[in-house]
């Protein structure tokens, strides 16, 4: 069976569920979730895009990120993706919710996705999912904000604009 995807209104009340595939067709709002994961000394930990997935590939990212899926609160959507994306198993209560932004498409500026972006402190093994991610690292801020300054089109472009102030 395929999951569904929860689909929202323009104010982030949900409406629905369908495919992740009709979502996008239809260009859906939807609802993701986004986690940045920091260690006790303070680096952050960015995943790259795995080469055989349809958005972004290859593009540096968040640690993990997903769709909250159909039945699902952004935070428990969050927990998921550590453990699915990471092998990360945490609960609701390890996340600090940083802010929920609109994210607009880049040609229509009609919203698109809503972001709730989560900050979690790990200092354990991480098993990341190959089909998710093909390069985990681990970035100092001064040396992120100049990777970001240098290399923008490394990174995807909803990265740029959420991660900056997070530093």
């Known amino acids: ?4 995807v929860t689909i929202v209104d323009e104010d982030d009340n949900v409406i629905g569920a369908v495919t992740r595939e009709e979502a996008k067709e239809a260009n859906y709002n939807r609802r993701l979730v986004c986690i940045m994961v920091r260690n006790s000394n303070e680096k ?7 080469e055989t997935k349809s958005f972004c590939p290859g593009k540096w990212s968040y640690s993990a990120a997903g769709h909250v899926d159909e039945g699902e609160i ?3 959507a969050a927990v998921r993706e550590l453990k ?4 990360i198993e945490r609960n609701a209560a390890d996340l600090t919710f940083i802010v929920k932004k609109r994210i607009c498409d880049l040609q229509t500026q009609k919203p698109k996705h809503f972001h709730s972006i989560y900050t979690i402190t790990y200092d354990g093994e991480i098993y990341p999912d190959a089909s998710e991610i093909s390069e ?3 970035f100092g801020k001064e ?7 240098n290399n923008k089109e490394e990174y995807i472009y909803t990265f740029l604009d959420d991660v900056i102030p997070l530093l």
């Open 44 to 50: 952050i930990l960015l995943s790259r895009v795995a």
């Open 143 to 149: 040396e992120l904000l100049d990777e970001l300054h």
């Open 74 to 76: 952004y935070e428990q």
């Open 136 to 138: 985990l690292r681990w």
């Open 1 to 4: 069976m395929t999951a569904k």
């Open 84 to 87: 699915e994306e990471l092998g």
